[in-house]
């Protein structure tokens, strides 16, 4: 039987039981073998009431799925077959046989074992057959037939995608669609109203609806602004059974976020802005910040600034931070409180971008109104020009006033203003400046030729305060006077061809003036007088600042006279005019037929005057016969020793080696005749390098014996001389060497150009100078060690 609903409403219970009477009349049994006869009717009656919940027509079994714990009863089989007196046994085959399905052997009943669901499998194919229980050999062919699982309503609806994220546009109009979402139902469409879904809105009210068929959830209430609320969680309800009593359901969120227009205006924080500004504010610094606060977001609340009043001279500029989305009062032209202590101004803030439907209204901007203060400030001095451009000759005397500046100090006070010359543009002192009136004066004679131009910079400092100081550029012009004569462009020689003929021209020469006068040059050239009626050349002017030399007569020849000096007097068109002489060099030489120069040397034509080749080669024997003399000669007197013996005066060698010497083993270069020197015989030999402050009397001569020189006598004789002489240096040795060497990083270590004693020397240095120094490191300081002990 059903086991009816409490849910289930009156009206579906008596059609399914209308149903249910209709189905009583197909209900029979399956006969095995798909034999006609018809079913004992009381049989027919314990099946259906032994079915309950399942009915057979056209060899099908249709049975509701369940999820029960007890076995329920498909269906009976039988067969009709006359069997006599055999024992027979049912056996099932197929989905699920044995598993899902059972059959009694006996009578066959079929149940079903465990819990069936059409979801998952809608329909089972078996076959059955009679056989025979002693034997197990059929009895009849096997038989098909299909059990199909009927669908409960027993799935809930989900929402697989969920949950949902939307947006919408705020001030949406009502009815504007914002999304759509989707639930599905794993019931059967086909049979009943078990996966049929109506939606409907749990959460959400009043600003959101949903449509029950197609679940697009719209906007319900007109007006949403996001400056009020932004987000907003909407649940949605899908319930099977079309909504009805008695059916399952299902929900899910979905979170509505309202995206901005720009739908509010600009508005400055407050109506009046006052800023105090000093008038020595640099151009382009910041005088005072403006904000304009938007309740948008993004580029909706972008605003621009502009001032559209009370600045007619544009001395403000207002720039949007785009940061901070403030307003930067900036400053275009320089302030002046003498001039003009307050800016009333009005500035209006608009947005970048306007309402694009409309619907919020406008205008999108907003004034206020920002009063400026000029403050007061110490500035500098003030040139009346701030380049000055004077103008002095260059032969104006020293102290010459080439020109006047002028500073003044602006404020209302008015110190005095002292000038003075920054020395950095002017090094060669070449001008000075009255301290008092700012009168440039000339110190120092000028050269237009040396320096055309001279830029120097005037400082103004206001008395009172030192560090106010301004600067003007002063540009002095130095204008050109005849002061240069013209000379020669450059250093002419000419060349005249002994073939040329009268009238030739030798030679064109112009002439520079380093004077630049205003009317331009014009030079007179003119052959000095005692040259006037010279036979052998003239000039030609021109008519270009230009003159042409000419030979007289063609009988030059190199042989009478090579060279010529032609002396030309040059003179400008100055005032005064000025002058000088150049000298012309003409050259005689020999040419082609073609006027082209081949040689202009005397030498070659000596030859035909009367030497032969013989007398030349004997003149060069004896040249060459002399520097052989020469040379014999000065290698004689090379040879002779350059130091005259004198037993007196024995010193050390001082012997110039290629290669390095073999030390205190190399006694091959001692030679006694080199230690003498006739300079130290009679008299003192003073040190170069250090004056003495007394005067050592001269010693008196030692002469040697008969032998020879007595060289222990005489070194003792120094050595003792040297000990008691307080004006003789700690010398080394007796010799003083011209210098110490070249390239040496470790300095001197001769102590000739000592002046303490021994016994203030410190010579551990000498043992960081390397390993060449390592043994003189440890022999000075073996000295020390024993001086100590």
Not at 133 to 140: H, K, S
Not at 581 to 610: F, H, M, W
Not at 715 to 723: C, G, K, Q, S, Y
């Amino acid at each position: 039987m059903w086991r009816r609903s409490e849910e289930m409403p009156k009206d579906v219970w008596m059609s399914l039981l209308l149903v249910w009477i209709t189905l009583l009349s197909c209900v029979s049994t399956i006969p095995i073998g798909g034999a006609d006869t018809e079913a004992d009717p009381g049989e027919g009656q314990r099946l259906l009431s032994r079915a309950k919940r399942g009915w057979v027509w056209n060899q099908m079994f249709v049975l509701e799925e369940f999820s029960g714990p007890d076995p329920i009863l498909v269906g009976r089989l039988h067969t009709d077959l006359d069997v006599g007196g055999k024992r027979i046994k049912y056996v099932l085959a197929g989905e699920g046989a044995g598993t899902i399905f059972a059959i009694n052997e006996l009578t066959g009943d079929i149940h079903a074992m465990k819990r069936l669901d059409r979801e998952e499998k809608a329909e089972y194919t078996l076959t059955a057959q009679v056989i025979n229980a002693d034997t197990d050999q059929p009895l009849e062919p096997p038989s098909e037939f299909i059990i199909k699982v009927q669908d409960i309503n027993d799935n809930p609806p989900q929402f697989i995608e969920g949950p949902y994220r939307a947006s919408v546009a705020e001030m949406s109009a009502v009815g504007t669609p914002v999304t759509r979402v989707t639930a599905t139902d794993a019931d059967d469409p086909v049979y009943g109203n078990s996966a049929k879904l109506v939606y409907s809105i749990l959460e959400g009210q009043p600003y959101f609806s949903v449509e029950p068929n197609s679940a697009t959830i719209k906007i319900a209430l007109h007006g949403m602004d996001r400056e009020m609320r932004e987000e907003y969680l909407v649940v949605i309800q899908a319930k099977d059974m079309g909504g009805h009593m008695g059916g399952l359901s299902g929900t899910t969120t979905v979170t509505v976020t309202l995206t901005d227009i720009n739908d509010n205006p600009p508005k400055f924080s407050k109506n009046l802005y006052e800023f105090v500004i000093p008038e020595n504010l640099p151009i382009g610094q910041t005088g005072g910040k403006v904000k304009a606060n938007d309740r948008d977001i993004g580029e909706n609340a972008r605003s621009t600034y502009n001032i559209i009043e009370g600045d007619e001279q544009g001395v403000f500029e207002i720039v949007t931070d785009s940061q901070t989305q403030e307003g930067i009062l900036r400053l275009k032209k320089a302030l002046d409180f003498e001039s003009r202590r307050s800016y009333t101004l009005k500035v209006e803030a608009a947005n970048v971008q306007s309402d694009p439907g409309g619907s919020a209204g406008g205008p999108f901007k907003d004034t206020a109104t920002v009063k400026i203060v000029v403050e007061d400030a110490d500035e500098p001095p003030v040139f009346s020009k701030p380049v000055y451009t004077l103008e002095v000759n260059e032969n104006a005397p020293v102290n010459t006033v080439i020109g006047t500046v002028a500073a003044r100090d602006p404020d209302s006070s008015g110190s005095q203003v002292r000038y003075f010359i920054d020395r950095h543009t002017d090094l060669e002192r070449q001008f000075n400046i009255n301290v008092d009136d700012g009168k440039i004066t000339l110190a120092k004679p000028l050269d237009r030729e040396t320096d055309m131009w001279h830029n120097i910079t005037v400082t103004a400092t206001e008395v009172r305060n030192h560090s106010q100081i301004s600067r003007a550029v002063v540009a002095i012009r130095v204008m050109d006077i005849n002061d240069n004569a013209p000379e020669f462009a450059t250093e002419y020689e000419a060349f005249l061809c002994e073939n040329g003929k009268p009238g030739q021209v030798i030679q064109t020469v112009s002439a520079v003036d380093r004077d630049d006068p205003i009317q331009g040059h014009y030079f007179e050239y003119r052959l000095v007088p005692e040259m006037l009626n010279n036979p052998n050349f003239t000039i030609k002017n021109n008519q270009d600042n230009s003159i042409s030399v000419l030979a007289k007569h063609d009988t030059f020849r190199r042989q009478k006279q090579e060279m010529y000096f032609l002396p030309i007097v040059v003179t400008d068109n100055g005032n005064p005019p000025m002058s000088s002489t150049n000298t012309l060099t003409i050259r005689v030489c020999g040419c082609s037929k073609d006027g082209i120069v081949q040689s202009c040397n005397v030498e070659a034509y000596v030859l035909p005057i009367g030497l032969s080749m013989g007398a030349l080669i004997a003149i060069l024997a004896c040249i060459i016969l002399l520097l052989v003399v020469l040379f014999v000669t000065l290698r004689r007197h090379k040879n002779e020793p350059l130091i005259i013996k004198d037993d007196e005066d024995v010193r050390e060698n001082i012997i110039r080696y290629d290669d390095e010497g073999g030390g205190e083993e190399d006694t091959e270069a001692f030679d006694i005749a080199t230690l003498q020197n006739p300079d130290g015989v009679n008299g003192y030999l003073p040190r170069k390098d250090i004056k003495p402050d007394l005067q050592f009397m001269p010693r008196a001569g030692h002469h040697s014996g008969p032998n020879g020189v007595d060289v222990d006598e005489f070194i003792n004789v120094r050595l003792h001389e040297a000990d008691n002489d307080p004006t003789a240096p700690p010398y080394d040795s007796i010799q003083i060497y011209g210098y110490e060497g070249r390239g040496s990083i470790a300095g001197s270590l001769s102590s000739l150009e000592t002046a303490s004693s021994d016994s203030d020397q410190n010579y551990d240095y000498l043992r960081e100078w390397g390993p060449r120094f390592r043994r003189l490191g440890e022999l000075y300081s073996v000295g020390e060690s024993d001086r100590e002990t």
